[in-house]
């Protein structure tokens, strides 16, 4: 109802009620009095004022004492309640712009129609800025429209601006609501003024929902805003196209339209004309304006309402944003009776919108399909203002709790559809809100709510019909890796919620104890056959679940290229691993633990690695050998990877094999072999190594496999291992892979075990000289022990040609004398471990000991290690030639001391021992004859000097008896072995032969009795299958081999010439300097203890031939030494003096009975001399000295009596030894003088008081036996004990003596 007219008698104390009306808003809403109490009972009583007076409105003030009038006190009122708006009081409570709106609207709708006699009404605003004088001119309800759009909304306050929205929309409302109730009021002034600028009305409502600082009270203004302006525009008969125009430019300013046409985010043209500084922009027109454009918008500003209109549009049904608009105010201040009548959905909606939350639920249930997936992603919207709009309208909508997430339920697979479509979108705000939405609606949900059905992989994952569980969840995995990788960082953190999320979901599907559980009430009145089923149920579908999430984290997860997104998928790969059962993971086991044996080198730190490379790196520059930094980081990483994650599931997947069927073992055999192969890391290698060893002892019928060939997995893993083994630098991984190989060698076939440690053995061998590779050897060596120590049993089985007897044990026999100490040990445990365990057969072997028993694939071994062209091979050969010399094996054989041995055995033992030292004997003076010097070749002419000896003293006795005795008695100088006459031609045809004639030993036919049908080649790119049975048929016997070269090849050395020839490499001048002297001084040293190991027996019937032997041998040698002792040799540099000593010493050891009745060089008195001489002071070398001493000793034993009873003789010994003993320095010198005194005087027997040639020698020396005695007294008090036990010998060897 209009206002009744005010009696003009009360204009007066109107005016004067309103002045104070006036003054006390002022006082109120200022800083120092602000009272938001007293200031809201003001503000109404000020608008029941203002339209009680309207009648009064055109008065003035006529009185001269400054009276304002009615009308002015009206205007000065309202321009107080204009005032209040941003005012220190509006901060104190916001609430306050609405109840100004209010009373505004009762100052403004005083009057339905009326004449305005006002100059102002009805005519254009002014442009430009705002006017007082015009606004005043102006009828109420355009003053306030005026006022509001020209000033207060122009304000640069932001607080002014956010208390406008309340304002227009009380101005709104009140004519949606007139209207609504009887369209009858459409005609009130007000309303015809209000419905003129709607357009303009909606415009300052978009632009207040923008504003960056906007409060709740303003955005949810002008939400109720915008609905009144739909439910006004419906009722007031406005033009279909107005109507229309208002939706448009509302869904357009929001980012949406009926067509999909643009959005209020895009630059206008006038705002692009601006931009670019465009001269055309003068001449924009502004009436013109485009709706949009972002002068004052952002993205997020408008992000919830773009959402809500959105919706709609999917909807198909533009008016519903309007309903969604009312759904998502939630101040306080809409709750309220008072304001809930005015401005709720019916008051200002009316027959455009449905009248209330409840309704409008109903109605929109149609549509939940499609807006709960756009409602859920506004709801975890960036910005945080969207969000609690959305949630506001999410909660309305859906009533919130157990009800909303039934409502999700009941859509879900659309919705995850949708959300997953959207989470791949260009837009990032989409990515982050769709992220967010699947992370809360994919809890606790189970197969058959994600879709059912069996293992379906859509790699692509396209499309959107006919989707299953298992594409749903592979889809999820893509888009949460996507979301953990994105540029964005709120994407990445969604993405996280969400990676959490799908690994919980993940896991709970491959429970399946967690499956699709009934209530414990319901459970209670299932039967036993409904339990079961559904127990089966849940367990189909955890291994469906556990099929498809494996295979895609094995294949992708873990090679994503964040670390964020790699570590969820190994998260949750543990997790799968912990809950599901064996049965299970059956299918994919195999591959999941090829991938995981992978990826733990693939997760590694590569700065591990660098720190690694340049610790060994340092350490080799500063002098060491790297090895130390090396191995010390290598077992970090390795404990390091050991300790992690993927390490605790490969266990758990491990431990699971055994309780898997047969075949799905099997299936895991080449899933290592791969790993192996293919591992680019060592912790990788490792892993696999430790889990080779794990599997054989609990699954070791997982590795029988049918053949021996490559086709079979386990022998090439085998293989692999063997490979992988030798390339590994670090000893830890190292370690593991020999273990693993010992371990599934016991489970491999035979013939595969065999043809691996054949190969091992030649690896080791190649692995030397020019091809030096420590590594190599060490991890040949290694191999073969841990398939010797582990895989016993295969050593009772050599197959064919008996390859553990006849190459394994004999290359471990040989691999003892290693320079490695470490290799060396392990070929010692392989001879120790496999001598006992390999099956031996007594028909064709002899002796207790193994080294006798294999003695002829030993010297096999040798064989080939001489003619090698590596020096180490050689100087192993000799060594170990060495060792059975000295083990008696290399010698002839004992006699039977028990009576049991058979006679007809005698002779085949002594036959094969000689056909074995004769082979190596030659093979060594092969070697001597060569004129290149190497380090090392002094140790063969040591082999050979030993294996002479022992045949020394059998060799004349078995002459005739044994032809194939390796070293005869044969009085021809000229020849090295028996007839060839060497020495004549050696100048022609064997001086300047040179080392590189070693190219002949790689020339040799293969030597008979060695392994080549195990001998095949193990190429890891394509190993070839190998025929023992072929091979078979090419070899013959190592027996046979022997007694061929014997008897083609192999004539018997003589004693002259050995000793001739190795007293000519003593004696050699030429060939390179470097290792020249030792091998000359081991020369000497080996022909010294050849000649001292004829020791010819007086009661022998060979005495006397062995006696003129020796004499002959002397005679052959002597000449060349003695000019060498005494300095005449010509064409050399003075001789070192360890060679003096040695050449003295071997003319020494080459006298024998009866020697110094010859010519010069054999001429006591002259060798004496000799002797005296190189004792006295003038000999600075003490070595010298005390073996000059040492073979005077020697001559004076075994001269004639006839020179030892000659005075000269014995003045000459006295000389000797007293220069011996006046060395006070060196006591091996004094104990030297003292052997040749005692060598004296052992000349003269005891037991021989009656032989004349006795007597005779004691006569003469016997006027020398105080001094004698004296010297030794002396002596006796020395400091050395060695020196006063020879002087305590010579004291006692004289007792007797009268």
């Known amino acids: 109802q209009d206002a009744p007219n005010l009696n003009k008698k009360l204009f007066d104390a109107v005016a004067i009620a309103l002045g104070k009306m006036n003054a006390s808003l002022k006082k109120f809403s200022s800083i120092d009095h602000a009272d938001a109490n007293r200031a809201v009972s003001l503000i109404e009583a000020s608008g029941l004022l203002l339209a ?27 321009d107080s309640l204009f005032g209040i708006l941003g005012s220190a009081v509006y901060k104190k409570d916001d609430e306050l712009s609405l109840a100004v709106g209010e009373a505004l609207v009762k100052y403004a709708d005083a009057f339905g129609r009326g004449e305005w006699s006002s100059s102002g009404s009805g005519a254009e605003w002014p442009e ?86 906007a409060t709740q009270l303003s955005r949810e203004s002008c939400c109720r805003g915008i609905a009144a302006l739909r439910g006004l525009s419906t009722v007031i008969s406005a033009p279909a196209k107005e ?18 046409g643009g959005s209020a985010m895009i630059e206008t043209e006038a705002q692009a004309r601006e931009r670019r500084n465009d001269g055309e922009a003068s001449n924009f027109d502004a009436t013109s304006a485009e709706v949009g454009g972002t002068s004052g918008l952002s993205e997020a500003a408008l992000g919830a309402y773009r959402e809500m209109s959105s919706a ?180 990445r953190e969604r993405g996280d919620t969400l990676g959490r999320g799908v690994r919980a979901l993940t896991i709970r599907l491959c429970d399946p104890k967690a499956g699709e559980n009934t209530k414990e009430e319901e459970d209670v009145y299932l039967s036993n056959a409904e339990r079961k089923r ?38 949750c790969l543990l997790g799968i691993v912990d809950v599901s059962k064996p049965t299970t993971l059956q299918p994919v086991l195999a591959e999941l633990i090829g991938s995981l044996l992978m990826a733990m080198s693939g997760l590694e730190p590569s700065a591990l690695n ?212 470490k290799v060396a040990a392990l070929w010692n445990d392989v001879w120790d471990e496999g001598g006992t365990a390999v099956g031996l057969s007594g028909e064709d072997t002899f002796g207790v000991m193994l080294q006798e028993q294999l003695l002829p694939y030993l010297a096999n071994a040798m064989l080939s290690a001489l003619r090698s062209p590596s020096w180490s091979n050689r100087r192993e050969a000799c060594a170990v030639i060495i060792e059975l010399v000295e083990a008696n094996i290399l010698s002839p054989a004992p006699r039977s001391t028990s009576g049991t041995q058979k006679i007809a055995e005698e002779p085949e033992r002594f036959k094969q021992r000689a056909k074995v030292s004769s082979i190596l004997l030659n093979e060594c003076l092969k070697i001597i004859r060569r004129s290149r010097i190497w380090e090392g070749k002094g140790d063969v002419c040591s082999a050979a000097s030993q294996i002479s000896a022992k045949w020394t003293g059998v060799a004349e006795s078995h002459l005739n008896a044994c032809s194939f005795a390796p070293i005869v008695f044969r009085a021809d100088v000229e020849s090295l072995f028996e007839g060839d006459k060497w020495f004549k031609g050696v100048e022609q045809s064997h001086t300047d032969v040179d080392e590189a004639g070693d190219s002949e030993y790689e020339q040799h036919d293969e030597v008979p009795g060695q392994i080549t049908d195990d001998d095949a080649a193990l190429d890891m790119s394509g190993e070839q299958e190998f025929d023992e049975d072929d091979a078979e048929q090419q070899n013959s016997s190592d027996n046979e081999l022997v007694e061929t070269d014997v008897e083609y090849g192999m004539p018997p050395v003589t004693l002259v010439g050995l000793c001739r020839i190795l007293a000519e490499q003593g004696l050699r001048s030429g060939g390179s300097r470097e290792g020249r002297l030792p091998y000359r001084v081991a020369a000497f ?157 052992r000349r003269v027997k005891q037991r021989g008081r009656t032989d004349p040639d006795n007597q005779l020698v004691m006569e003469a020396i016997l006027p020398y036996k105080e001094k004698i005695v004296g010297i030794a007294r002396r002596s006796l008090s020395d400091n050395e004990s060695q020196v006063t036990a020879a002087a305590s010998k010579l004291t006692v060897a004289m007792n007797w003596w009268p």
């Not at 229309?244 to 980012?255: C, D, P, T, V, Y």
């Not at 249930?365 to 499609?370: A, D, E, F, N």
């Not at 189909?540 to 964020?564: D, F």
């Not at 004496?1168 to 005077?1192: E, I, Y």
């Open 128 to 213: 430009g800025p705002y006017n007082a004088e015009f606004a005043f001119s102006l009828p109420p309800h355009v003053h306030i429209l005026y006022t509001l759009f020209e000033r207060e909304l122009k304000s640069t306050n932001p607080m002014k601006k956010n208390s406008c929205a309340p304002v227009m929309l009380a101005i709104v409302g009140h004519a949606s609501r007139l209207c609504n109730i009887d369209t009858v009021f459409s005609q009130r002034a007000m309303i015809q003024e209000v419905t003129k600028f709607m357009i303009r009305f909606q415009n300052n409502f978009i632009h207040l929902l923008s504003h960056p600082k």
């Open 610 to 821: 660098y720190l690694q490379v340049r610790a060994a790196g340092n350490e080799s520059s500063q002098g060491t050998n790297g090895a130390n930094g090396y191995d010390r980081l290598e077992r970090l990483r390795i404990q390091l990877a050991s300790s992690g994650p993927i390490a605790e599931a490969l266990n758990k997947c491990l431990d699971m094999v055994k309780f898997v069927e047969l075949d799905a073992q099997k299936k895991l055999i080449p899933e290592l072999d791969s790993a192996l192969r293919k591992g680019a890391g060592f912790a990788t290698r490792a892993s696999t190594a430790d889990a080779v060893t794990t599997l054989c002892n609990t699954c070791p019928a997982a590795f029988k496999f049918p053949g021996s060939s490559n086709t079979n997995p386990t022998v090439r893993l085998l293989r692999a291992i063997y490979f992988a083994s030798e390339k590994e630098r670090g000893a830890t991984a190292k370690d593991k892979m020999t273990h693993a190989l010992g371990s599934i060698s016991m489970i491999a076939p035979a013939k595969a075990v065999r043809i691996l440690a054949v190969k091992a053995c030649e690896r080791y061998c190649e692995a030397s000289g020019s091809n030096n590779n420590p590594s190599l050897r060490r991890a040949a060596a290694a191999t073969v022990r841990a398939i010797v120590v582990r895989a016993s049993n295969h050593l009772k089985d050599g197959g064919p040609k008996d390859v553990w007897r006849k190459k394994v044990l004999p290359i471990a026999f040989l691999g003892r004398k290693d320079d490695d100490a």
């Open 1085 to 1241: 040293s080996a022909l010294s203890a050849l000649l001292k190991s004829v020791v010819p027996d007086e009661s022998s019937e060979q005495y006397n031939s062995i006696v003129e032997h020796q004499s002959y041998v002397y005679t052959a040698i002597a000449p060349s030494l003695f000019t060498f002792v005494s300095g005449e040799s010509s064409g050399e540099e003075k001789p070192a003096p360890v060679l003096v000593a040695r050449a003295m010493e071997c003319l020494a050891s080459a006298m024998y009975d009866e020697v110094g009745t010859g010519s010069e060089f054999n001429d006591a008195l002259v060798l004496l001399k000799l002797f005296s001489l190189s004792t006295g002071s003038t000999q600075p070398a003490w070595t010298v000295r005390q073996t000059a001493a040492l073979a005077a000793s020697s001559l004076i034993a075994k001269t004639s009596s006839s020179v030892l009873r000659r005075n000269d003789t014995i003045l000459t010994v006295f000389e000797c030894s007293s220069q011996a003993l006046k060395d006070k320095k060196f006591w091996k010198v004094r104990a030297a003088g003292l052997e040749l005194l005692l060598s004296l005087v």
């Open 52 to 78: 009680a007076s309207t009648s009064g409105a055109g008065s003035s003030n006529t009185k001269e004492d400054g009276f304002v009038g009615l009308g002015g006190a009206r205007l000065q009122c309202v």
């Open 312 to 491: 709609a549009i999917s909807c198909d049904r533009p008016d519903v944003l309007y309903s969604l608009m009312m759904l998502s105010t939630s101040h306080e201040i809409w709750s309220r009776t008072e304001t809930r009548d005015l401005y709720g959905a019916k008051s200002i909606l009316g027959k455009s919108g449905t009248n209330d939350t409840e309704e409008i639920r109903i109605a929109l249930r149609p549509h939940l399909g499609k807006l709960i997936p756009r409602l859920l992603r506004a709801c975890n919207d960036p910005n945080k203002q969207t969000r609690e709009q959305m949630n506001n309208l999410w909660t309305a909508l859906t009533g919130g709790g157990a009800e909303s997430r039934a409502l999700i339920s009941q859509h879900f697979l659309t919705t995850m559809d949708i959300l997953i479509e959207e989470a791949g979108s260009k837009l990032w705000r989409a990515r982050v809100g769709a992220c967010g939405a699947l992370a809360d609606i994919i809890v606790g949900r189970s197969w058959g709510e994600l879709g059912g059905g069996g293992i379906d992989i859509d790699d692509e994952g396209t499309g959107m019909k006919g989707v299953t569980a298992s594409i749903r969840l592979l889809r999820l995995w893509r888009i949460t890796m996507r979301a953990l990788d994105d540029v964005r960082t709120p994407v």
């Open 534 to 571: 559904r127990e089966k149920e849940n367990d189909i579908n955890s291994e469906y679940a556990a099929t498809v999430s494996l295979g895609w984290l094995v294949k992708y997860g873990l090679n994503q290229p964040c670390a964020e997104a790699t570590g969820i998928c190994i998260s």
């Open 243 to 260: 109507t229309e125009s208002l939706n448009a430019r509302l869904l357009k300013a929001f980012g949406e339209t009926s067509n999909y």
